[in-house]
């Protein structure tokens, strides 16, 4: 074993032990491992794609915005002991959709984990970009703010938040699953014709001023309201009031998206308050909301969280079902915008995944 390898299984058995972060704790890391780890994570990343190509099952996971316990929660290793940790973790694949960090109490602590995850077992962890993954956003939504706090010189931690975005400017965009589902972070995009313009995509993108499709896939939503006036024939773009960038997109821009792409099935997050969704071998797929109230930092959310204990039963046991290639429409969930930016949208919104009537 390598060096920098001893030191990530060394990182990963501090984050697999509660003692060391449940009842409020914070992981202790040194700044230089934290260094290693952003260094070598940009060193896979970017030989790897920007479009993730991959066969279900697998589970994918919407905004986590520092919800550390949710996040173990997720991936169901905090319970079993560590050699069963290991082994039961690598047989399941999670690509995970975006928002790490910011919001809630534990930033540091899930990118962490989530960056050694995805370098201990490249071909089961895959992390696409979200908004928050952006140095315009993550220096005021509380990730600088929490490195500025956590690290004895405020310089360590402004260097150490410039490490994290260095790695975010490599992070994938989109991710397909067997062929037929499309995930991002925010959405479509008028400029998206082909597979192609996805795998396209160069990186290092440090400002979605650099890419407009990139902007689009991070930043867009769904219509609001899905209100009658909503539903076109036409496939529409129109400006998104509500994020001051980027579009939002119609029914019909969804249908017309899969018709050029030979895709059924839009998975998105960027709206969402921590959803899981699971999609089996034979295209079938659960949507698991995230029971229970999530941390977040002072002036966020007034939400405490009041479990004393974390267990898989704490997921809602009705999941939504659907079949990747049957389903016409799925749920997804709104997440909670920032505060000044939030709006009047109703808690769900629907997406249709037909085929494009030509
Ligand atoms: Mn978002």
């Not at 202790?28 to 279900?56: F, N, Q, V």
């Not at 079902?321 to 009047?344: A, D, F, I, L, N």
Request: charged share 35%; proline share 4%; aromatic share 8%.
């Amino acid at each position: 074993m390598t060096d920098k390898k001893a030191s990530r299984v060394q990182m990963l058995e501090r984050h697999f032990n509660p003692s060391n972060w449940k009842n409020g704790r914070s992981i202790g890391y040194t700044i230089e491992e934290l260094s290693t780890l952003t260094d070598d994570a940009i060193e896979m990343l970017r030989r790897g794609p920007s479009l993730i190509e991959i066969e279900a099952p697998i589970t994918v996971v919407g905004d986590l915005h520092g919800q550390y316990e949710d996040l173990m929660r997720i991936l169901m290793i905090h319970e079993t002991k560590k050699e069963k940790k290991v082994l039961e973790f690598t047989g399941r694949k999670f690509m995970f959709l975006g928002d790490y960090v910011d919001r809630g109490l534990y930033s540091l602590e899930c990118i962490a984990l989530l960056l050694n995850l995805m370098l201990h077992y490249p071909r089961h962890v895959f992390l696409i970009r979200g908004n928050h993954e952006m140095a315009k956003i993550n220096h005021s939504y509380g990730f600088l703010d929490d490195l500025q706090r956590r690290f004895r010189k405020e310089e360590d931690g402004t260097r150490l938040w410039m490490m994290f975005n260095d790695a975010f400017a490599y992070f994938p965009v989109a991710g397909l699953i067997g062929k037929k589902v499309l995930c991002m972070h925010g959405g479509l995009s008028p400029e998206l014709k082909s597979l192609d313009d996805l795998r396209k995509i160069r990186r290092p993108i440090h400002s979605v001023e650099e890419n407009s499709l990139v902007a689009d896939l991070i930043w867009s939503d769904p219509d609001p309201g899905r209100s009658i006036a909503t539903i076109s024939s036409t496939p529409r773009f129109l400006r998104n009031k509500t994020r001051g960038l980027s579009f939002t997109f119609n029914n019909s821009a969804v249908e017309a998206t899969h018709g050029r792409l030979g895709t059924v099935l839009i998975v998105r997050a960027h709206q969402n308050k921590g959803c899981v969704l699971d999609i089996r071998k034979d295209g079938k797929f659960s949507l698991l909301q995230l029971s229970g109230k999530r941390k977040f930092r002072e002036g966020e959310d007034e939400e405490e969280d009041t479990r004393a204990d974390y267990k898989l039963s704490e997921f809602d046991e009705k999941p939504t079902s659907g079949s990747v290639e049957k389903t016409q429409k799925m749920k997804t969930p709104k997440e909670k915008r920032p505060k000044e930016k939030r709006s009047k949208e109703k808690k769900t919104s629907k997406e249709k995944s037909k085929q494009l009537r030509k």
